[in-house]
């Protein structure tokens, strides 16, 4: 568990993190990442993304469109609110 607080800790430092989720299945986290540029995506992912950090291996997906964009009041009605 300490590994994982080195990360958690690691993660809301980090001004590029924009949300973190401990998640199930074979990845132990979600992280969405807003960057201006590829260099600053692997600057990110060489400062951040380390085994001093707990991390083993890690996966990127960029984004190429939305398709849905999270709305608030999308979700409050999703729920009956």
Do not use: H
Not at 3 to 11: C, E, P
Not at 55 to 78: C, H, N, T
Request: glycine share 8%.
């Amino acid at each position: 568990r300490k590994v994982m607080t080195v990360f958690q800790k690691s993660m809301r430092e980090s001004p590029e993190v924009q949300g973190c989720w401990d998640v199930t299945g074979p990845t132990d986290y979600l992280v969405t990442v807003a960057v201006r540029s590829m260099a600053e995506y692997e600057a990110f992912g060489i400062r951040e993304m380390t085994p001093e950090k707990g991390v083993r291996s890690y996966q990127s997906m960029i984004v190429i469109r939305e398709v849905v964009g999270f709305d608030p009041a999308r979700a409050a009605l999703s729920r009956g609110g």
